[in-house]
């Protein structure tokens, strides 16, 4: 099994960044790629980014050009800085594997607000 734990949220201004890191620990041999998703209170969660084992990125069209995915393979470790904050970007970040099949795990989770 993989276990995923995330870090790095927290409350940023409109405009600001923040770096989310996922550090991934068990039987990371078996992981083809990584990927982001968010839920915002009262909405379903929604995919927002994911990276392949070839590092072939793909971004929601809400995040393209602001978020960048990346990962250390090294360290079996994925990132994913949000530059360009939103207001709309406030939700609990968590990572998991990707493209995400049903009964993949996901980590615990990390708050991000973007408010003044």
């Known amino acids: 099994q993989v276990q995923l734990v995330e870090s790095g949220g927290g409350l940023v201004q409109p405009g600001g960044s923040l770096r989310l890191s996922c550090a991934a620990s068990?039987?990371?041999?078996?992981?083809?790629?990584m990927g982001w998703y968010r839920q915002a209170p009262g909405k379903q969660r929604e995919w927002v980014a994911g990276?392949?084992?070839?590092?072939?990125?793909n971004y929601a069209d809400s995040v393209k050009g602001r978020f960048i995915i990346s990962r250390d393979s090294a360290k079996n470790t994925v990132y994913l800085q949000m530059n360009s904050l939103k207001p709309e970007d406030t939700a609990v970040y968590y990572c998991?594997?990707?493209?995400?099949?049903?009964?993949?795990?996901w980590g615990q989770g990390t708050q991000v607000t973007v408010s003044s």
């Open positions: 998991t594997i990707y493209p995400r099949l049903s009964g993949d795990p």
């Open positions: 068990g039987s990371v041999f078996t992981i083809s790629g």
């Open positions: 990276i392949t084992r070839g590092s072939s990125v």
